[in-house]
């Protein structure tokens, strides 16, 4: 019989044993009872039948088969209690056959009458016999159940055992074939990439027996042209002002040329490959260019060099603003791609075959790839070129080469590559001595010469439309035809200077001056662009200057460009009204009315020399505040007049604050949560709080606090689903509203990094170093919450730079100038507020000492150092599987492990000089330690646990 057959006996026989004794107590009572009122409750009938049912339970009780010594006394003791019951049951029976007399009187009178006081003694202690049996049987029977339990969860464990050995040596092999397929595939890739180089001789037919279907093709296509667009790819071309109406005429006509060769109309006919357009600082070259590029006019005068073949044209300008990109080489080549391949997709393929390849035999394989390089951008524009100049003709627009960001020379050379048979470039730049001499013997222009004509037109379309000047003309022609003449000629071919000067005199036009007047205006305005810079601006009031003098500097100092409504909330001089701000989007009035009023006051204050772009004569909300020309940056950039600047701004104004609060602001008016949009937003707004700080020498915590308040809401926001806007917009595991915790499980900062722990905006600030927040945090927290709290970020602090976005860092650098990934004065702070190096984070399930050898890049014997002062455990390093590699490749680890070395010596010193003062602290003789409450323990608790660590020590 089994454990538990055998216990179920057992059962039966403690019931019947539990009821039986209760009515033989009870008989006794009743027994000696006169009352009729007793404490049983059950009727006569209950009774019986209660005891028929326990009567047959032990009936098939006994009828098991027993399979031991103990189930055979079980069964022993089931048939005495049987036959007990068969004699409960025939006295009860005698009961039920009595006269008609109340019920209790008759069990009273039957009683004495079927059984004696004797009798009912002895079965009394009969059942209480039973009962001491069937006890001690049960604790038999339970234990040999336990044992037998015990060992068939050995067996299961072993079996568990053996299986999870097999299934971690079956996953060991798995990961195995999976490094050795993914080396293969690293390999193979490489092998690719070295087969595919660009070596001018390239066979595109090598791709034809094996294509991709239509859809992945499709899919190829599209990935592989949206990792080549940027961002900023076709900024410039917005910024650069359209021409005036009735200017550049000039440009397809057959005239004579002044210049190198024939004309550039003529050139566009001829089979001449290149074509140099040169012209002074702000003479228009940007604006011909755009005019050249978007003119239906360029194709038609192309049709005789193409010959009826297809004609392609593309075109980029370089541009010396915020972006690296845009005055770079990777720019052009990036551009000049995306713009043919995305018009003609079939060349992709043969432009990126190592790409392409890889899709090929990895279609799970990013196109994916790295990033691209130098010389893989390089040959697919060669390949471009060659293949392409094929079956049509290719025209190429280059403008600003004296933008290019590297050495002349290296512009140079390269656009003297792109040149083929059926390839044409133009190209245009400042007159430098190196473009000069590369290109003064070919086909060019210089673009002031051609320009006097647009100029006058200029000139008198805008005095024209001037009702002050109108007045003028009438009341003397010949002065109104003197003053537009002078205007024209002192321009000299700028139509920078001319525009400016334009704008000086209709304001003289407007106020009524008298001709003398006017023409003293003109005099003094000087013809160098630089100094008529300065002439406008001494013009202004001592308060006009000071404000242009702080949008100048925001403008110089924003990391990107700049937005007019950002720049709106960045000329507000009340931090407390940015504070105020609802998080909540601003009505389409409230956009048109800031922007409106700042246009104004730009107007006002830097007579142009800032400008926005209009639509309709309305500024836009989002175009972008630029400088009216690449000069007035260059003029800001002078060391003199970055000094000039500090002196006009004000000693109380810290542009940095500015443009933080800006991107708060901008921040709470959000028109929808966007990923890419909220990141810049944040964090270009930290970078701008870390710069402000340095300027001012001095914490400044509020900027970071409304950060992170903004943030934080931002990032808890949940649409109708109840999923985090940001999460499913990362692409991460959606991320769900907890009603009863009132947080969200996983929060923002973790979108760029692959912890899953909660976190906020405290996690951001120890990935991005943010010292001076996080001190003013922790120190306001109570003792226990600031190690919690410091230990919990010194883990993110160890972040490493290529885990989180690393575009990012430059940003955060803004007043360095400088890119770090090193964090130690935020970890000596750390550490020094009570972070716990030997805290363990639970997503990685490593200390914070041990992801400092993990992943922090080459740590310091300072930081070391620190670590090991603030408690951490000298062990982990001395045994880390890399200390042959830190030792071979960190310059201070050799200091570092002797160091380890030494804290340990002192640890294991302190550790027995402890356990000799506990010794001699134990008492003489040992007792059992007092039951008392652990609050009121008295000091020979104390001794007894100090003897019991002591001797577990010693064993």
């Keep these: 019989m089994d454990p538990l057959s055998a216990l179920s006996v057992a059962a039966a026989v403690v019931q019947f044993l539990d009821f039986s004794g209760t009515i033989v107590a009870s008989t006794y009572k009743i027994y000696k009872s006169s009352s009729k009122k007793n404490e049983g409750n059950d009727t006569l009938t209950s009774i019986t039948a209660r005891l028929i049912n326990l009567n047959s339970e032990l009936e098939r009780s006994a009828s098991f088969s027993p399979t031991s010594k103990i189930d055979q006394e079980i069964i022993t003791l089931c048939q005495q209690c049987k036959k007990t019951a068969d004699i409960l049951l025939d006295a009860l029976r005698q009961l039920s056959a009595g006269s008609n007399v109340t019920l209790w009187d008759s069990f009273r009178m039957a009683l004495?009458?079927?059984?004696?006081?004797?009798?009912?003694?002895?079965?009394?202690?009969?059942?209480?016999?039973?009962?001491?049996?069937?006890?001690?049987?049960?604790?038999?029977?339970?234990?040999?159940?336990?044992?037998?339990?015990?060992?068939?969860?050995?067996?299961?464990?072993?079996?568990?055992?053996?299986?999870?050995?097999?299934?971690?040596?079956?996953?060991?092999?798995?990961?195995?074939?999976?490094?050795?397929?993914?080396?293969?595939?690293?390999?193979?890739?490489?092998?690719?990439?070295?087969?595919?180089?660009?070596?001018?001789?390239?066979?595109?037919?090598?791709?034809?027996?094996?294509?991709?279907?239509?859809?992945?093709?499709?899919?190829?296509?599209?990935?592989?042209?949206?990792?080549?667009?940027?961002?900023?790819?076709?900024?410039?071309?917005?910024?650069?002002?359209?021409?005036?109406?009735?200017?550049?005429?000039?440009?397809?006509?057959?005239?004579?040329?002044?210049?190198?060769?024939?004309?550039?109309?003529?050139?566009?006919?001829?089979?001449?490959?290149?074509?140099?357009?040169?012209?002074?600082?702000?003479?228009g070259k940007s604006t011909l260019m755009k005019h050249l590029y978007e003119s239906p006019l360029l194709a038609d005068r192309l049709q005789r060099w193409a010959a009826g073949d297809e004609l392609r044209i593309l075109c980029f300008y370089f541009w010396n603003a915020d972006a690296d990109i845009q005055m770079s080489l990777e720019g052009l080549v990036r551009t000049l791609l995306f713009q043919a391949l995305e018009k003609d997709n079939s060349y992709i393929p043969i432009c990126f075959p190592n790409r392409y390849e890889t899709r090929l035999m990895f279609p799970d394989e990013a196109v994916y790839q790295p990033a691209f390089t130098w010389n893989e951008l390089e040959g697919a524009l060669k390949a471009y070129l060659q293949e392409a100049s094929k079956h049509r003709k290719l025209f190429l627009l280059i403008d600003g080469l004296d933008e290019f960001g590297g050495q002349p020379l290296g512009i140079i050379k390269f656009?003297?590559?792109?040149?083929?048979?059926?390839?044409?470039?133009?190209?245009?730049?400042?007159?430098?001595?190196?473009?000069?001499?590369?290109?003064?013997?070919?086909?060019?222009?210089?673009?002031?010469?051609?320009?006097?004509?647009?100029?006058?037109?200029?000139?008198?379309?805008?005095?024209?439309?001037?009702?002050?000047?109108?007045?003028?003309?009438?009341?003397?022609?010949?002065?109104?035809?003197?003053?537009?003449?002078?205007?024209?000629?002192?321009?000299?071919?700028?139509?920078?200077?001319?525009?400016?000067?334009?704008?000086?005199?209709?304001?003289?036009?407007?106020?009524?001056?008298?001709?003398?007047?006017?023409?003293?205006?003109?005099?003094?305005?000087?013809?160098?662009?630089?100094?008529?810079?300065?002439?406008?601006?001494?013009?202004?009031?001592?308060?006009?200057?000071?404000?242009?003098?702080?949008?100048?500097?925001?403008?110089?100092?924003?990391?990107?460009?700049?937005?007019?409504?950002?720049?709106?909330?960045?000329?507000?001089?009340?931090?407390?009204?940015?504070?105020?701000?609802?998080?909540?989007?601003?009505?389409?009035?409230?956009?048109?009315?800031?922007?409106?009023?700042?246009?104004?006051?730009?107007?006002?204050?830097?007579?142009?020399?800032?400008?926005?772009?209009?639509?309709?004569?309305?500024?836009?909300?989002?175009?972008?505040?630029?400088?009216?020309?690449?000069?007035?940056?260059?003029?800001?950039?002078?060391?003199?007049?970055?000094?000039?600047?500090?002196?006009m701004q004000g000693n109380d104004f810290n542009p940095y604050v500015r443009l933080c609060l800006a991107r708060i602001a901008m921040l709470k008016v959000m028109m929808k949560i966007d990923r890419d949009y909220f990141w810049d937003t944040l964090i270009y707004g930290v970078g701008y709080a870390k710069a402000a700080e340095a300027r001012s020498k001095e914490p400044l915590p509020k900027?970071?606090?409304?950060?992170?308040?903004?943030?934080?809401?931002?990032?808890?926001?949940?649409?109708r689903n109840g999923e985090a806007y940001l999460a499913t917009l990362m692409n991460s595991p959606a991320i769900r509203w907890d009603p009863d915790d009132r947080k969200i499980s996983y929060t923002w900062p973790w979108m760029f990094t692959d912890f899953r722990p909660k976190a906020n905006f405290l996690a951001l600030a120890a990935i991005y170093g943010l010292k001076s927040y996080l001190d003013f945090l922790t120190t306001s927290l109570t003792p226990r919450m600031r190690t919690q709290v410091c230990s919990i970020a010194l883990h993110y602090a160890l972040l490493p730079g290529d885990r989180v976005a690393e575009k990012y860092y430059s940003v955060l650098n803004v007043a360095e100038g400088k890119t770090s990934y090193h964090k130690d004065d935020l970890i000596m702070m750390l550490l020094k507020n009570g972070a716990d190096p030997n805290y363990v984070n639970p997503a990685t399930n490593r200390t914070a000492w041990e992801t400092l050898w993990d992943q922090y890049d080459y740590p310091r014997y300072t930081t070391a150092n620190a670590f090991l002062d603030a408690g951490a455990d000298p062990d982990a390093l001395l045994h880390h599987k890399y200390r042959h590699w830190i030792l071979d490749h960190n310059r201070e680890g050799r200091q570092i492990f002797d160091l380890c070395k030494q804290v340990k010596r002192r640890n294991r010193g302190s550790l027995r000089a402890n356990f000799v003062n506990l010794w001699s602290a134990r008492p003489k003789s040992r007792s059992p330690a007092p039951n008392i409450d652990r609050h009121n323990r008295k000091e020979g608790d104390r001794s007894e646990f100090l003897y019991q660590l002591q001797q577990s020590y010693r064993t």
């Design 112 to 283: 004495r009458n079927v059984w004696s006081q004797g009798e009912i003694d002895a079965l009394q202690s009969r059942l209480d016999a039973y009962r001491q049996q069937i006890s001690m049987h049960i604790l038999v029977g339970l234990r040999g159940q336990i044992q037998y339990l015990q060992r068939e969860n050995d067996r299961r464990d072993d079996e568990i055992n053996v299986s999870l050995q097999t299934t971690q040596d079956l996953a060991m092999k798995i990961l195995g074939v999976v490094d050795t397929q993914k080396k293969f595939q690293t390999d193979i890739i490489r092998a690719i990439n070295r087969s595919n180089s660009w070596t001018g001789q390239y066979q595109p037919k090598t791709l034809e027996p094996h294509k991709l279907d239509t859809r992945d093709l499709d899919d190829f296509n599209a990935r592989l042209l949206h990792i080549l667009q940027f961002h900023e790819i076709g900024m410039r071309e917005g910024a650069i002002a359209d021409p005036h109406a009735s200017t550049l005429g000039w440009l397809f006509e057959p005239s004579s040329s002044t210049g190198s060769g024939p004309t550039f109309s003529d050139w566009l006919a001829e089979d001449v490959p290149f074509y140099w357009i040169a012209g002074k600082a702000g003479s």
């Design 703 to 719: 900027l970071f606090v409304e950060l992170a308040r903004v943030a934080d809401d931002l990032s808890a926001r949940c649409d």
């Design 415 to 647: 656009v003297n590559t792109l040149p083929a048979r059926r390839v044409k470039v133009c190209v245009s730049s400042r007159p430098w001595v190196a473009f000069e001499d590369a290109f003064g013997s070919k086909p060019s222009l210089r673009l002031d010469d051609y320009t006097k004509p647009d100029i006058r037109s200029f000139v008198e379309v805008n005095f024209r439309a001037n009702p002050g000047f109108v007045a003028r003309e009438r009341l003397d022609p010949d002065y109104a035809a003197q003053i537009i003449q002078n205007v024209s000629e002192k321009a000299e071919g700028v139509f920078l200077w001319v525009s400016l000067v334009v704008r000086s005199l209709m304001e003289g036009f407007s106020g009524g001056e008298r001709l003398s007047d006017l023409q003293e205006r003109l005099d003094e305005l000087p013809s160098d662009l630089e100094q008529l810079f300065l002439k406008i601006l001494n013009k202004l009031n001592p308060k006009q200057l000071q404000r242009s003098a702080q949008f100048f500097q925001m403008l110089r100092l924003a990391r990107r460009q700049i937005s007019s409504l950002e720049f709106s909330f960045a000329d507000e001089d009340s931090a407390e009204r940015i504070y105020k701000m609802d998080i909540t989007p601003l009505s389409t009035r409230e956009v048109e009315a800031r922007v409106e009023i700042l246009a104004r006051r730009l107007n006002e204050c830097c007579k142009g020399l800032i400008e926005i772009p209009k639509v309709r004569g309305k500024a836009k909300p989002d175009g972008k505040v630029s400088y009216l020309h690449r000069t007035v940056s260059d003029f800001w950039s002078k060391n003199e007049n970055k000094k000039r600047l500090v002196d």
